[in-house]
């Protein structure tokens, strides 16, 4: 048994002789072949050689479909780039491959072509398969706002993520097809990316946080957010971080995970601002006066050119009749809806005024009586009837005001 074993070892894994025998089998096969077909294989090399030519033409229309996109990242010259990026190699193997049946090849032929064919054919999918990833992220970026800054920062790593994994498959898939046992070297790749994803985990979260923003498009450079307590305008977007320039001056960079776990307030794509008053009117105020109010807010405001969404009455305050009023402005500034809501505040204190509405304080009305029970009013009575004092009261006739 160890004898066995201690041959076996030491054989070697190519035989000379018989990797010598095989290539004269094939060599002898094809001069066969060569004379036995010399009319079928000079029409299949024929049709070969026109199938040639027509995808040379191809690809020379992918390089004119990539010069008449005057942006460089449409669909035309995705497409385009990645018919261009057609190799020699898949298009000879392509003619052979589509002829070989035809001039009837010996078996030898035949199965090394049908082998160089699938190689040629998975890592040309390959190679198709990133063009057209990468372009795809190319034209997602393209927009005036971005200003490919977030593309410039992130696709360097970008391509070589997208180009490893997609040619580690095309190998896996040539090795199968070669009859290699696979099995292993897959767990040996699936073991080594587990273990590198949990090393750099946090870098790989805010890569794809990068990415969810590229394609997502929650914000873009010079949005004016708000998340949590802070506000202020996108300056960045890399590859790791934002970095947003707060109103109150400093820069705050945040990575872009958390940034994307919380609840993100896009201030910058909202096509109005609302501005909401409450507007106390005296409760000495005549009630066909206050049936007018709500009208009058609503003249103010269009007046101004906004649009007012409720003007009404809101509630009995404590020193107040209290009327709601909110207002929309058009655009998402600031710089216009602030002087705006100060026209408005200013007109409607002017309007008041003309009209002998009064926005009391905060008060509190203290009643007196005269020596004589008489009720002291603060103000002027609406009538000259005489208040009646508690006296005249029959049920406080024994109780007389102190």
Known sequence: MSANTTAAAKAPIFDADTVQNQIGEFYTASEIWLHTHWLQILIAFGI?????????????????????????????????????RTSNFFIVMLAAKLVVGYA????????????LWT????????????ELILGAIEHRT??????GEALLSAMGLIRLLVTVA?????????????????????????VGGIAIGLAAQGIFGDLFAALAIIFDRPFRRGDKISYGTTSGVIESIGLKSTRIRAFT?????????????????????????????????????????????????????????????????????????????????????????????????????????AEGISIPYPTQTNYTAAPDGTLVMPYAAATDAPVSSPAANPRNADHPPS
């Not at 190689?119 to 198709?128: L, R, T, Y």
């Open 48 to 84: 070969g050689a026109v199938i040639v030519i027509a995808l040379h033409g191809l690809r020379r229309l992918g390089r004119k479909l990539c010069g008449k996109d005057v942006g460089r990242r449409g669909w035309g010259t995705i497409l385009g780039r990645a018919i261009t």
């Open 104 to 115: 009837g090849a010996p078996s030898q032929v035949a199965t090394t072509v049908n082998f």
């Open 119 to 130: 190689v040629a054919s998975v890592f040309q999918a390959a190679i198709w398969a990133r």
């Open 142 to 147: 393209s927009s005036e706002h971005y200003s």
């Open 166 to 190: 997609l040619f580690a498959v095309a190998l896996v898939v040539v090795l199968d097809n070669l009859g290699v046992n696979v099995t292993g070297l897959v767990a040996g790749l699936g």
């Open 249 to 353: 001056g400093e820069l705050r960079v945040i990575s872009n995970k958390q940034l994307l776990d919380k609840e993100i307030q896009n201030t910058s794509v909202r096509d109005h601002i609302r501005i909401g008053f409450t507007i106390g009117a005296a409760y000495e105020t005549p009630p066909e006066t206050l049936a007018r109010i709500p009208a009058l807010l609503r003249e103010i405001v269009e007046a101004e050119g906004g649009t007012v969404a409720r003007s009404g009455f809101e509630t009995f305050g404590a020193s107040s009749l209290d009327f709601a009023l909110q207002f929309d402005i058009p655009g998402d500034d600031w710089a216009t809806a602030h002087p705006m809501r100060d026209r408005i505040m200013v007109g409607i204190m002017t309007r008041f005024a």
